[in-house]
């Protein structure tokens, strides 16, 4: 019946083109004669090769065995092209996007068949649930968006919030991250087109307690930042100063103000001194001895003063610092001599021009006022870390270890130009990150809360709790089994399934502690990239070399596309009644 189909189909296109073409030659008009005829011969031809059911043969690859294609998000459709695979997916949005791939847990998956999986991959936990089954990936190729990030996401009063990591651009236009709090933006940079770069943004809060950033690229969410911002809680600090100044005068106040407890003593003439006490009850201060000392838990003193001091006193607060841990920061007034709380920070003061006033580095946050720092400077020493340097890179604070304390030394001496001028910000930050620097360290008990990686809703967290004293470790109200590390007694993992997004807290010892769980549309990319980062691991560990997907090479008839002859046929019969019309 075929073959008789053929005939016929043959045979009627060409006597219909010996009649179309018999019917030219009788034409009056010769204009195009030869061009008429080939139109006709491939206008017959293309009707007589839509008619018929034209096939050409090819060499495909086919495999040896059953193949299961696992899609993930990121996956590329065009990449699918084996139509006979079994299609299966973990992820509901994956299946609204591919209808066609099927709905399964983990434990569904067919483990004779060889799996294939296409996208960003898989999680830590999916890939646990596979059992260490070998497989292929094929890894999607990662779009625009944020690819890393890392920031202090606990602070103190005062300290500045530092953010760092990398953002691919993929588009011809330059993109603005805007790092915003409170819905107010607080810093930006801008990232060059078709570049992965890496950027730093960085903010000081205003508030204390728990707050979120977000960091946006383009008005576009990227991800949160949540932030734990807790209050500096009041030191007890003790301020000797050579004489009544306005240095000494702003500082106390302004410790006065933020709730520190300041016992200041000032000399005025010799053996003789002026003694103030703000939120502490009043004891003697006319000498210093091992008890008055270890009532404070920071030292503030005029160099001059502590040199000045008994071989008693120096001897008492020598001691306090190296074994209580007493903090002592140190302003250079004088060039007098040489003692123990100097040892580490010699003192330049080159002759000439003083320096132009300039804004201060301060812990690695640049002030927003410039400061007039004086030509004095102190000259780097290994052990030491400097905490303010000036635009000439000179350091104007330091600090070092001595034994349980901490000491720090500065020839800042007019900070109190700041508070003159209004900027309150500035000189909070200088004396926040000194003060927290070196003051004593509290032996209260808190529950420190560790996560390997972001934790996402719905999502296994494990979280190891530190100073834990009880098996359970409570959880939002709720107590998870923990297990305990052998290695360190105190410490305790424990897996945890959160079903919310935003905080979450960890109950133990009669203290709170909290962690936060991010939503599933949250830092995509890095999502992306830590999934792509595990299945390789994954497949690099299971897979072995030796399994490898035998092809065979098959012969096969493919249809022609009609699409090509209904092409000619349109266009030699339109050639054909444009001439007519217009001969």
């Not at 078709?194 to 690229?217: D, E, H, M």
């Not at 990227?222 to 240095?247: H, N």
């Not at 098996?471 to 052998?486: D, M, R, T």
Request: charged share 15%; aromatic share 10%.
């Amino acid at each position: 019946m075929q073959a008789n189909w053929t005939y016929i189909v043959i045979i009627i296109c060409i006597l219909l083109a010996t009649g179309l073409v018999w019917q030219e030659f009788k034409r009056a008009n010769k204009h195009w004669l030869l061009w008429r005829i080939a139109a006709i011969v491939i206008a017959c031809a293309a009707l007589a090769c839509i008619a018929l059911p034209l096939t050409y043969q090819s060499e495909v690859d086919r495999s040896d065995e059953h193949k299961t294609i696992l899609l993930t998000a990121g996956f590329n459709a065009d990449s699918l092209t084996d139509k006979n695979a079994k299609t299966f997916t973990f992820d509901e949005m994956v299946k609204k996007v591919h209808p066609h791939a099927q709905l399964i847990t983990p434990n569904e998956l067919n483990k004779t068949e060889q799996l294939h999986v296409y996208g960003f991959g898989l999680n830590e936990y999916e890939l646990q649930q596979l059992g260490n089954r070998p497989l292929v990936f094929h890894p999607a190729k990662l779009s625009a968006g944020v690819t890393n990030i890392s920031y202090n996401s606990k602070l103190k009063t005062g300290e500045a919030l530092h953010i760092q990591g990398s953002y691919n651009n993929q588009s011809t236009q330059k993109i603005k991250l805007v790092l915003k709090g409170l819905n107010t933006g607080v810093d930006s940079v801008t990232i060059q087109p078709n570049v992965q770069a890496t950027f730093a943004l960085t903010t000081v809060p205003k508030t204390s307690g728990r707050v979120v950033y977000t960091l946006l690229a383009d008005n576009n969410i990227q991800g949160s930042l949540p932030v734990q911002i807790d209050a500096v809680k009041p030191l007890r600090v003790l301020m000797l100063s050579a004489s009544p100044d306005f240095e000494n005068r702003f500082l106390k106040n302004w410790l006065s103000e933020n709730g520190y407890s300041v016992a200041a003593r000032s000399a005025i003439s010799k053996d003789k001194f002026n003694t103030e006490f703000i939120n502490i009850a009043q004891f003697p201060l006319d000498r210093l001895s091992a008890p008055t000392l270890n009532k404070f838990d920071v030292l503030i003193g005029d160099l001059s003063v502590l040199n000045a001091l008994s071989g008693a006193e120096s001897a008492a607060l020598k001691q306090e610092v190296a074994d209580n841990g007493l903090g002592v920061i140190v302003k250079a007034d004088s060039t007098g001599k040489s003692s123990w709380l100097q040892r580490g920070f010699p003192v330049d003061r080159p002759s000439g021009k003083e320096p132009v006033p300039s804004a201060l580095i301060i812990n690695g946050t640049k002030s927003s006022a410039k400061l007039s720092s004086g030509s004095a400077f102190i000259n780097y020493q290994n052990g030491t870390q400097p905490l303010v340097i000036n635009a000439q890179n000179h350091i104007l604070a330091n600090s070092t270890i001595s034994g349980s304390g901490k000491i720090v030394f500065t020839t800042l001496g007019n900070t109190f130009s700041w508070m003159l001028a209004g900027d309150k910000a500035d000189y909070s930050s200088l004396w926040s990150v000194l003060i927290s620097k070196v003051a004593r360290k509290s032996n209260d008990v808190v529950n420190e809360v560790s996560i390997a990686a972001i934790p996402f809703v719905n999502e296994p967290v494990l979280l190891q709790v530190g100073n834990n004293k009880q098996f359970p470790v409570n959880i939002n109200g709720e107590n998870i089994a923990s297990i305990q590390n052998p290695d360190v007694p105190f410490e305790f993992s424990a897996l945890y399934w959160p079903s919310a997004e935003g905080w979450q807290s960890v109950s133990q010892n009669n203290a709170v502690s909290w962690w936060y769980t991010y939503p599933k549309t949250g830092w995509t990319m890095i999502q992306a990239s830590a999934k792509i980062a595990v299945t390789k691991k994954y497949e690099n560990a299971y897979t072995k070399p030796g399994i490898v997907t035998k092809q065979i090479h098959e012969s096969v008839r493919i249809d022609t596309p009609k699409i090509y002859f209904y092409i000619l046929l349109l266009a030699a019969c339109t050639f054909l009644w444009i001439e007519t019309k217009f001969s």
